[in-house]
């Protein structure tokens, strides 16, 4: 995604409110987050309570135990480093017990940092890999990455036309083991690559599919309706869930991001809060933005009623990539 602009004073929230919600957050981590000797059964009962981010990036600067993929180099790693410890300190002060991590194009098809960290902290993650869409049986590989715990996986129109991605042999293959396996097909697309998305949904209706940030509308600048109403017209299938995410590249990408309020709503009223959930697209929404601004937009500025939020935050997610 576009890399973020910084923040002007006038745009955060005032003082003693967010110093009221950091506070009343910090307070509520100390009793959620268990210490190391608690009961393991308690501590997974304290994630469940926390919300969820739909999606993040991890990396280590370790590229001898996990090499880049060809084609990209270390100085394109930025931040240089975004391990899970990283990623707690600005998630766990912001009340985020759960993490869907998302594959890292420095690593291609290569998902082991990603499942390693997922091995490493049980409960807390889970996952969506790539594999090769191209290759003898994505579906076989679709299962070997499910053994390990991803479910689902990033899928994108690299060098196929927005209007034809999904026809070829691997895709289809994807979209059925999809169905089949309960895995969801997570779209990181344009709004021109969203027809096609609609008739794949209408060829397989048992497919779970996510769609990542917002199609990534308004990542020029403008948002516009008649792409608003593409996104909507694939709330027509049911299996399909939206990520209210990376507001730091979207609109005017400023705090507090209110001007990504109104098309909020209209997917709101499409798709209901029961396929809407709330991510951050970290890190790169914490290089020059804070990772508290992206939740405070759900908490605070849409005005949702307790049951509305709890989905955006927390069940959507639980519910495609933790059930």
Known sequence: MQQPQSIPAASRNPRDRRQFLEGSLAAGL???LPSAGAHAAEAAADLKSLAIDAHVHVWT????AYPLAAGFRRDEMKPAS????????HARPAGVGRVVLIQMSFYGFDNRYMLDMLAQHPGVFSAVAVIDDSAADPAS???RMAGLGARGFRIYP?????DRWLEGPGMQAMWRAGAKQNLAMCCLV???????IDAACAQHPETPVVIDHF???GIDGTIRDAEIAQLCRLARHPRTAVKVSAFYALGRKQP????????????????????LMWASDCPFQVVDQPYAASIALVRDGMQLSPGDRDWLLRRTAERVFFG
């Open 158 to 162: 690299r060098n196929a036309p927005p």
């Open 190 to 196: 344009n709004p021109e690559a969203l027809p096609a």
């Open 82 to 89: 975004f391990t899970p410890e990283e990623l707690f300190r």
């Open 61 to 64: 600067p370790d590229t001898e």
């Open 256 to 275: 507090p991001y209110h001007d990504l309020l109104p098309m909020t709503r209209r997917l709101l009223d499409a798709f209901g809060p029961e396929r």
């Open 215 to 217: 199609a990534r509308i």
């Open 30 to 32: 100390a009793l959620a």
């Open 141 to 143: 590989e679709m299962s």
